[in-house]
């Protein structure tokens, strides 16, 4: 199996360093305004589900449903759309998706019940396709070298557009209501959309078209360990990450006095380590993504077991749970692009389904590790509990990177004599 990967990698790299020069390299700005308009939509709008709830005259319950339809939409989405981008183009992909997400986002605004509204922002989810391609696209346009600066990139604009979007959904309700957030979406992506016609190119003409049908792509992804371990690498970076958001207010909701403003202020240091990190990995162009990611994961660890020692010691400033979390976003952002880089790479003509397959991966494995973490965090204050599940599932993502740049070292050690050492 390994073997095989390492043949497979090996002509699909010098088949793509051939071809990248050839391919032109769209603008980074489009490449970041797909991969922000791809995560715009998730939190966006909850600020208005209240008015949303009354205006339908329907429980909150069922309007937020929206939520969990979306996230189970935007998984299935990655996983095909990932697949047909490397059958029929990462162009027409795109441009389909974001079609799709104007009709959507008007329907949103339009609806006249729940039910309908319902339906159309089920519909917005399969923007989510956007995101693969955007990564697709920065591998197939770049060098080995570059393709993960790139991606660290459009990793910042992944992290500023949640960070940014409840507080912009918020005012456009305040002040036109809660329609005015489906409207601008359209408008954004109507835009969007424009550009993309303009400047997104089609990359994968230099590549092997897929044989068989969609199983026996993802079969031969499966069967490659080096995928497993990227792959488990970012679904347990991401359970740590949502053991974070779900276990964060119950450890020290009480110690901010009850304010939300305080703890959203404080929980914010997360998404701007991860951005801090995704800088990082955007200037940090080191030869074995394997190493990256052992980098990355070790400063979680560490951070997270300081932790742990200043909660145990009795600690209780605010600051002392805070600071430490923020290497949880600082490790995921140098994760994010080398893990991401890593699976395109186990398989040339597979990049595209392999980037949807291992986000659909990282959002569920990440989402099963969260649910266990929250049977043993029911006790209000218990920081050094939710440090443990922290560091827990931390040591699971360090494992999975030390897996995977075992077999990148093992795997290079086999390439002929004069070719370059492959870096995923």
């Known amino acids: 199996m390994t073997r095989d990967n390492s043949v497979q990698t090996s002509a699909g790299r010098m088949t793509g360093e051939a ?38 005259r329907a429980d909150f319950a069922l309007v937020n449903l929206s939520i ?3 996230a189970i939409v935007s998984a299935l989405t990655e996983i095909i759309a990932g697949a047909m981008s490397d059958r029929y183009g990462r ?23 729940i039910g309908i509204f319902l339906l159309f922002r089920v519909m917005q989810a399969p923007i989510a396709a956007c995101f693969c391609v955007a990564l697709v696209v920065i591998k197939e346009t770049a060098g080995e070298r570059q393709a993960a600066s790139r991606i660290g990139y459009a ?7 949640p960070m940014l979007g409840p507080t912009f959904g918020g005012v456009l309700d305040e002040m036109f209501a809660w329609r005015a957030i489906f409207v601008t979406l359209a ?16 990359t994968s003409g230099h590549m092997p078209k897929p044989r068989g049908n969609y199983f026996v792509s993802y079969g031969q992804l499966l069967s490659s360990a080096r995928f497993w371990g990227y792959a488990l690498c970012m679904a347990c970076s991401m359970g740590t990450l949502y053991i974070f958001l779900g276990g964060a207010s119950l450890a020290v909701g009480s110690s901010l006095g009850g304010s939300s403003a305080k703890l959203g202020f404080f929980m914010g240091m997360v998404p701007a380590g991860f951005i801090l990190g995704s800088y990082l990995a955007a200037r940090f162009t080191g030869k074995s993504l394997g190493m990256t990611l052992v980098i990355a994961r070790l400063s979680t660890c560490m951070g997270l077991l300081l932790g742990l020692v200043l909660s145990m010691s009795g600690v209780t400033h605010v600051l002392a749970f805070f600071g430490p979390c923020i290497f949880i976003g600082i490790g995921n952002g140098l994760t994010f692009p080398a893990a991401n880089l890593g699976v395109m790479s186990v398989r040339a003509n597979l990049a595209g389904t392999a980037a949807g397959l291992a986000a659909a991966m990282s959002i569920a494995g990440g989402a099963l590790i969260a649910s266990i973490a929250g049977l043993f965090l029911r006790e209000a204050g218990a920081i050094p509990s939710l440090f443990l599940m922290l560091l827990t599932s931390a040591s699971l993502a360090l494992s999975a990177a030390l897996f995977t740049a075992l077999i990148d070292r093992r795997l290079a050690g086999r390439l002929p004599d004069g070719e370059p050492a492959e870096s995923g």
């Open 155 to 161: 990793a910042m604009g992944w992290a500023i557009a």
């Open 19 to 56: 071809a990248a020069p050839s391919t032109a390299a769209p603008r980074r700005s489009i490449l970041l305004l797909l991969t922000a308009l791809s995560v715009l939509p998730v939190n966006i709008y909850l600020p208005a589900l209240p008015n949303i709830a009354v205006a339908f």
């Open 91 to 113: 162009r027409p992909v795109a441009l389909t998706a974001v079609s799709i997400f104007i009709v959507a986002s008007i329907g949103c605004a339009l609806a006249p019940n």
């Open 68 to 70: 969990a339809g979306y």
């Open 187 to 202: 408008l954004l992506g109507a835009a969007i959309l424009a550009i993309s016609m303009r400047e997104l190119k089609e």
